[in-house]
């Protein structure tokens, strides 16, 4: 880690995916790290004016509001220590607004600072909402379909339905995922580790058993059931993309009141945080950044 | 006299609206909006935009022109699959039912690696999702536009070797089928066909149990091979697979017995007349959507497996090529 002087996350995400909860989330755990091999603060940076607001707004339970498009955050500075080595590193991480990334896709381009950040970045973290799907759902099944239509077939394609028009903002969020991808591996010549968080991972645990074909509680099953293209996507481009998947909830809950209320009721904000990442289950948010960084490849349980 | 926003319009100057309003059109511009002076726009000379790049431009997303597949096709060696029929024979359905598959990982023998048309594929999916408020599922026909405009795909094994192999798919518009029954010449000027690899030919099965449609229906399947074979430069370069498609219509029928007979009947007289001809001839039956959402994907992952049975053709650019890659294609000796 000592040659680590300076170095660049990147989250990218659509909107809603939890990038900023993630980023007040890690702030938190800086400071009060349980992991022995976790990254802690060596300090905190001196402009700390869009994360301290952010941070009291986590600890009350409240809401985060959401990043403003027009007026992006200038990238957050962090400056952490690895115990286990003595070493210190700086990283800056930006927090984009989710319609950055859907923009991205409808306008099929990178503004040139984005492009300057995809060809910096030390690694990406890749955000996907586990409550959101991947993939438009397709009249499969009898039961969500007109059969008075079936049966008049070719004769009235149509006729009278209010069919909306495809425009390109209504790709599914896997395809804009893995365009984005793609984009990246336009302008981009070296590989870049990518680290899959999957938001909210609270509510996959809290799904019923039932539903545990539907919402594997593995983060690695989860994105081969829910988001198919781009787990095959990453598959087949792990040379360009090495990755690893990871379940976070770096708000713990819900924002209903008993949640909030659950939430602000332990004596620890930090262990409201979870994180699962194969067989492995803390509050260390600081498990993905460590792997972008190269930190800790020995990971002990297995992922990807 | 008021102006009207929209460029085509003359309200300004006749006061005929080209929608047919009179003064409640919501195109007017309000008075104070003409009155007010524009700034001029002054040019951008292509030596600024080289200097001042504003952003990283991207491929559409949209079907590959000729010229972007020329590209490719230089670039790696690729599969090109060309899909034929008459209107309605489920040509896309085919082609947007692959796309849906890899979107929801149900294809068994390969994994998606990456598509330059992802748009494309969503736009000819888009009316069989329940999002777009379509009360049962259909697909959005091929223009005549979309003629020589390539899918992609990019696609790896799911057991095996870790190399990728890229796929390009056309489908000839089904108002164009009646050209090439007409024209060898027509079937001559198509490069997707001059360049393939693997042809994909339609019979619409609800065409074949329709007493009045069903000899045209095979007498054209016949025409159309008889055209490929001698308006293709080497034949036995092209697999053939025959799509009975709309199978549902021949397992719904009363007679489905006599249908399926002269199905079979259909294979027998084409296998005699091409068996030889093409580097492949095989039949298979598919139902891409059937109507009564009983959905197999069995006979299009078989059709698939097929495009990658065999190694893809690598291109030879020969030196006399041209440097435009529009023309590229004819680097292949196809034409």
Known sequence: MSNIVDSAILLAGLAGTGKTNFLVGLDVILDNQTDKDGLVHSEHASDRAYIQPLREKWQRGEELDHTSRLAPPPPHQLLVRHPPSGAHATFHIADLAGETFDAQFITRSFSLEFGTRVTQTTGLMLFLHCDHDGEHAIHEHSCFADLAHANTADASRNSEEKVADWTIEKASKQAKVVELLQFIAEIREEPLRIAVVISAWDLVEKAPPGMANELPRDPIRFVAKRWPLLDQFLKCNSRMFPHRLFGVSARGGSNSQEEIARLTSMDQASDRVIIVDGNHRSNDLSRPVRWLMGLNDTLHSPNV | ?335
């Open chain 2, 1 to 335: 006299m008021p102006q009207c926003s929209q460029p085509k319009c003359r309200f300004g100057e006749s006061g005929v609206c080209l929608e047919g309003h009179k003064q409640e059109c919501p195109h007017l511009l309000p008075l104070s909006e003409i009155l007010t002076p524009r700034p001029i726009q002054t040019p951008v000379s292509a030596t600024d935009l080289d200097s001042q790049p504003e952003s990283h431009i991207f491929y559409t997303g949209e079907k590959l022109t000729i010229s972007e597949t020329s590209q490719l096709l230089n670039s790696s060696p690729v599969v090109m699959v060309l899909c034929v029929g008459a209107q309605w024979a489920g040509k896309t359905t085919f082609l947007a039912r692959i796309g849906e598959m890899f979107r929801n990982g149900s294809i068994k023998d390969f994994r998606f690696a990456g598509s330059r048309t992802l748009c494309a594929f969503e736009r000819i999916s888009w009316l069989a999702t329940i999002t777009s408020g379509s009360g049962r599922p259909d697909t959005a026909r091929t223009f005549r536009a979309e003629r020589e405009k390539f899918f992609h795909l990019r696609v790896q094994r799911t057991e095996g070797s870790a190399s990728l192999t890229d796929i390009l798919i056309s489908d000839l518009p089904g108002e164009d089928f009646p050209n090439a029954l007409q024209s060898r010449e027509f079937c001559v000027q198509q490069r997707a066909l001059a360049r393939a690899d693997h042809l994909v030919m339609f019979i619409d099965c609800s065409s074949l149990i329709d007493k009045a449609k069903r000899h045209s229906e095979r007498d054209n399947a016949k025409l159309f091979l008889s055209q490929i074979e001698k308006s293709r430069h080497d034949p036995t370069t092209l697999q053939v697979q025959v799509l009975f498609s709309r199978w549902d219509y021949v397992t719904k029928a009363e007679n489905r017995a006599a249908h399926e007979a002269f199905c079979k009947a259909i294979e027998l007289d084409l296998q005699g007349r091409f068996g030889n001809t093409f580097g492949a001839l095989r039949f298979a039956t598919i139902t891409a959507r059937p109507d009564d959402f009983s959905v197999s994907d069995s006979g299009i992952q078989n059709v698939f497996s097929n495009f990658l049975q065999s190694v893809p053709r690598a291109t030879v650019v020969h030196s006399r090529g041209s440097r435009n890659p529009a023309r590229d294609f004819c680097a292949f000796g196809q034409l």
